[in-house]
């Protein structure tokens, strides 16, 4: 089972729609959530970090159900400067011969494309 | 300063050559991490150092070898690469590796592209 898993998209919309993705996670000792987009060539970005109890910053609502470890990302009103890939991250510890460690955990991310 | 600065941005080298990476970082972070980034493809972990040990090797050929000389700097070197080692290879910092319910993330580099021939 894939540690952390996106839609595969990819996500072609128009200007000023919403559009929703979604992602599992199997590691339930995992600890904080983030969404980061990485547009094409450059490094990932940080987007927002995902609360237990939700969180939003302007046109972006990211939530995180703990018990499904399902986590989400709406934006609403796309602009054509969303179009990137998003990446679901989850930090989670993992434990091996030499102890525990916390290490993030990359979906393969979801393409999104907003059209004119 | 809330970057991570990388250099060089990119490189070409032969299979016999050696090289090496840098990846500098002035916010405080006590942890560092090299991913490598196929096209198309998430970041793979490689190393992690923790307060400027190393604590994870993702079983990483040794023809890559991490360094840590202090807590702002990180390279990574480079030797007797081959053509599938040609990638985007990104380096991260975070506050701190191990923190229960840390949601500071980690923050990029740009990345060096490397190209081996």
């Known amino acids: 089972r894939k540690e952390v898993e996106q839609d595969p998209g990819p996500f072609n919309v128009p200007e000023g729609a919403t559009v929703a993705f979604n992602c599992t996670y199997s590691?339930?000792?995992?600890?904080?959530f983030f969404w980061y987009r990485q547009d094409c060539r450059k490094e990932p970005k940080l987007l927002m970090s995902?609360?237990?109890s939700g969180n939003e910053d302007g046109r972006f609502t990211a939530q995180l159900n703990r018990a499904s470890q399902y986590i989400s990302l709406l934006i609403r009103d796309s602009k054509l400067s969303d179009s990137a890939t998003y990446l679901c991250?989850?930090?989670?510890?993992?434990?091996?011969?030499?102890?525990?460690?916390?290490?993030?955990?990359f979906g393969k991310g979801t393409l999104l494309t907003v059209n004119p | 300063d809330t970057e991570v600065t990388q250099t060089p941005k990119h490189l070409v080298m032969g299979m016999t050559n050696k090289k090496s990476l840098k990846c500098e970082q002035h916010?405080?972070?006590?942890?560092m991490y090299w991913y490598k980034q196929k096209a198309k493809k998430p970041p793979e972990l490689m190393f992690v150092?923790?307060?400027?040990?190393?604590?994870i090797n993702e079983s990483v050929p040794s023809r890559f070898s991490p360094e840590c000389p202090n807590s702002s700097l990180l390279n990574l070197h480079l030797h007797a690469l081959q053509p599938e080692d040609s990638a985007l290879y990104l380096c991260?910092?975070?506050?701190?590796?191990?923190?229960?319910?840390?949601?500071?993330?980690?923050?990029f580099g740009s990345g060096t592209r490397l190209t081996v021939v």
């Open positions: 991260a910092s975070s506050h701190t590796p191990q923190t229960t319910g840390d949601n500071y993330g980690y923050t």
């Open positions: 916010m405080g972070h006590r942890a």
């Open positions: 150092y923790s307060y400027e040990k190393l604590s």
């Open positions: 590691n339930s000792a995992s600890q904080s």
């Open positions: 995902v609360y237990s």
């Open positions: 991250v989850v930090n989670g510890k993992e434990w091996n011969s030499g102890g525990s460690n916390y290490k993030l955990t």
